[in-house]
């Protein structure tokens, strides 16, 4: 009957205009109280490939054997049909993963599809008062993005049948009643007409069809049933084409112009995964599992003065920026960093070519045993953590702090713990910093145990260890300024030299957008300035 009534309905109803012009509808007057509706691949994104989400997806959630298949499977997918394609995709990534530990559209995939947003997309979507998004993709690897960063209010994109708590690969048909309830709703919201298809939308696709049959059918019926394409056909008014060669002109998004900033992220893949990067990849792992264990063995039994050279030779390298300071070289400080990977205070010892200790939150034991360094545990009692500390300093020891308690990938400072203020009468504030190529070295959900595996693997790296100017903190253990403000200070040194943002945001904070909080949390500090 519904398909019966959306017919009846398009054969009464004018066919949308169709704009195949260069200028799209940039004036705000225009769209400033219309809808807008977006294709996801063909009108947001500057690539049209899903094939690098489905692949992260694939490893991040599944493992490398599961990657390796998809891997295996592309040729297959570029013979198929469009539709075709995405069901084998699918297939390959989701069977048999948990629903309920299904995690990577909301920690892995929002960085790669936030780098892959065209601007010029982006600021056309912002100017409609109101906005649906329409993928290809199941919605569990897109909705979470679209609502969360780019204030998508309605998220239509595929189901995936589930079975006894687990995906079984397989896509559900389309439910046009569920949309319908969806777009009411929507309706409902905008309060504009209480009859879908007289809704002033937009809709803002890829395809540029040589005669008009129409673009918006033909775009949604690789997604949809027949039913919901002449659906959603009823409810546009004006079709927006854009060309692939238009989309080759779009400039990738600024991260400064991101709608919400991206602070937290999880995952071990640090590269986009097309198919010729991910080839790569695992024409790597071989190699560079070999030439790990040799960094690894070369970096524990030879003198940095050494071993430096060496590593510098497998593109494992460190930079110094500016000089170290006199008074490092003749007695023993508290050096401050912000906290990258489990590495830094590897790289602060080999740069001062002098023994120091560190004290760590959650090293795994495996970390423990293979770090060249005196590592303590800390207990997060305040008490019996300054005890351990000063017990530390008193035998003279250079001892590393990293007051964030946590890892941050991004250019962001979280807070930093202000214990370490009422140690010493001054300390030394360290400015780090590292770039990967292939691996990231932390993680908030994944094997600790693996973090410095994972490092050693990569093709290439780069640490850069700075240390900056000596931090008077004797006057907050005099009582003359709290250890909260001299805490900020500290950590407004080390945002300003190395150009981050400092913010508020603690460990707490960073575990609970990674494990599902439905808050993004944003900063609350504007950008220091180097």
């Given at each position: 009957?519904?398909y019966?009534?959306?017919?009846?309905l398009s054969?009464?109803?004018?066919?949308?205009r169709?704009?195949r012009?260069?200028?799209?509808?940039?004036n705000?007057?225009e769209?400033?109280t219309?809808a807008?509706?977006?294709?996801?691949?063909?009108?947001l994104?500057?690539?049209?490939?899903?094939?690098p989400?489905?692949?992260?997806?694939?490893?991040?959630?599944?493992g490398l054997?599961?990657?390796?298949?998809l891997?295996?499977?592309?040729p297959?997918?570029?013979?198929?049909?469009?539709?075709?394609?995405?069901?084998?995709?699918v297939?390959v990534?989701?069977?048999g993963l948990?629903?309920?530990?299904?995690a990577a559209?909301?920690?892995v995939l929002?960085k790669?599809?936030?780098e892959d947003?065209?601007?010029?997309?982006l600021a056309?979507m912002?100017?409609?008062k109101?906005r649906?998004?329409?993928?290809?993709?199941?919605?569990?690897?897109v909705e979470?993005f679209?609502?969360?960063?780019?204030?998508?209010?309605?998220?239509v994109?595929?189901?995936l049948?589930?079975?006894?708590g687990y995906?079984?690969?397989?896509?559900?048909?389309?439910?046009?009643?569920a949309?319908?309830?969806?777009?009411?709703?929507?309706?409902?919201?905008?309060n504009?007409?209480?009859?879908?298809?007289?809704?002033?939308?937009f809709?803002?696709?890829q395809y540029?069809?040589?005669?008009?049959?129409?673009?918006f059918?033909?775009?949604i019926?690789?997604?949809?049933?027949?039913?919901?394409?002449?659906?959603y056909?009823?409810?546009?008014?004006?079709?927006?084409?854009?060309?692939?060669?238009?989309?080759r002109?779009?400039?990738?998004?600024?991260?400064e112009?991101y709608p919400k900033p991206?602070?937290?992220?999880?995952?071990r893949i640090?590269f986009r995964?097309?198919?010729?990067?991910t080839?790569a990849?695992?024409?790597w792992l071989?190699?560079g599992?070999?030439?790990a264990?040799?960094?690894?063995?070369i970096?524990?039994?030879?003198?940095y003065?050494i071993?430096?050279?060496?590593l510098a030779?497998?593109?494992m390298?460190?930079?110094?920026?500016?000089?170290i300071?006199?008074?490092?070289l003749?007695?023993a400080?508290?050096?401050?960093c912000?906290?990258r990977?489990?590495?830094?205070?590897?790289?602060i010892?080999?740069a001062?070519?002098k023994?120091?200790?560190?004290?760590?939150y959650?090293?795994?034991?495996?970390s423990?045993i293979?770090?060249?360094?005196k590592?303590v545990?800390?207990t997060?009692?305040r008490?019996v953590?300054?005890?351990?500390?000063e017990?530390m300093l008193?035998?003279g020891?250079?001892?590393?702090?990293c007051?964030?308690?946590?890892?941050?990938?991004e250019?962001?400072?979280?807070?930093?713990?202000?214990?370490?203020t009422?140690?010493?009468d001054?300390?030394v504030?360290?400015a780090?910093d590292?770039?990967?190529?292939?691996?990231?070295?932390?993680?908030a959900?994944g094997?600790?145990?693996f973090?410095?595996?994972f490092?050693?693997?990569?093709?290439?790296?780069?640490?850069?260890?700075?240390?900056?100017?000596?931090?008077d903190?004797?006057?907050?253990?005099?009582?003359e300024v709290s250890s909260?403000d001299?805490?900020?200070?500290?950590?407004?040194v080390i945002?300003?030299?190395?150009?981050?943002?400092?913010?508020?945001?603690?460990r707490?904070?960073?575990?609970?957008?990674?494990a599902?909080?439905?808050?993004?949390v944003e900063t609350?500090?504007?950008?220091t300035?180097g």
């Open positions: 009957m519904i019966l009534f959306t017919c009846l054969f009464f109803r004018s066919k949308p169709v704009m012009s260069k200028t799209l509808p940039l705000p007057a769209l400033s219309k807008l509706v977006f294709d996801v691949e063909g009108g994104l500057r690539s049209s490939s899903s094939f989400y489905f692949m992260l997806v694939a490893l991040e959630e599944g054997l599961r990657g390796l298949i891997l295996l499977s592309y297959l997918v570029c013979c198929l049909s469009q539709e075709m394609g995405i069901r084998v995709m297939m990534s989701f069977c948990s629903k309920k530990s299904f559209g909301r920690v929002p790669f599809l936030l947003v065209g601007l010029e997309g056309l912002r100017r409609g109101r649906v998004c329409v993928s290809r993709m199941p919605r569990v690897m979470w679209l609502k969360e960063y780019l204030d998508v209010e309605v998220v994109g595929r189901e049948k589930v079975f006894c995906y079984t690969g397989f896509l559900e048909a389309g439910d046009i009643e949309v319908k309830q969806e777009v009411d709703g929507y309706v409902g919201v905008l504009l007409t209480t009859k879908p298809f007289h809704m002033p939308l809709l803002y696709i540029d069809l040589p005669t008009f049959s129409p673009p059918v033909t775009s019926s690789h997604c949809f049933c027949q039913e919901l394409t002449n659906f056909y009823l409810l546009v008014q004006e079709l927006y084409i854009v060309s692939e060669a238009e989309k002109r779009w400039h990738p998004l600024p991260r112009k991206l602070i937290f992220h999880d995952g640090a995964p097309n198919p010729i990067n080839t990849m695992f024409m071989p190699l599992l070999t030439l264990i040799s960094r690894l063995i970096g524990l039994t030879l003198p003065n071993s430096t050279p060496l030779s497998t593109s390298k460190w930079r110094l920026k500016g000089t300071p006199h008074s490092l003749s007695k400080h508290l050096l401050v912000n906290h990977t489990l590495l830094d205070p590897v790289y010892n080999v001062l070519n023994p120091v200790s560190t004290v760590t959650s090293l795994s034991r495996v423990e293979l770090s060249p360094i590592t545990r800390l997060r009692k008490d953590d300054r005890v351990a500390m017990g008193s035998y020891h250079n001892l590393v702090v007051p964030e308690g946590t890892t941050c990938r250019p962001y400072l979280l807070r930093f713990s202000p214990l370490f009422e140690l010493a001054e300390i504030a360290v780090v590292v770039r990967v190529s292939m691996f990231y070295a932390t993680t959900g094997f600790k145990g973090d410095a595996l490092y050693l693997l990569n093709p290439s790296m780069c640490y850069e260890v700075e240390f900056l100017e000596t931090v903190t004797g006057c907050v253990r005099r009582g909260t001299m805490a900020n200070v500290v950590q407004g945002g300003r030299a190395l150009g981050f943002e400092c913010t508020k945001l603690t707490r904070d960073k575990y609970m957008v990674l599902g909080n439905d808050v993004i609350n500090e504007k950008k300035k």
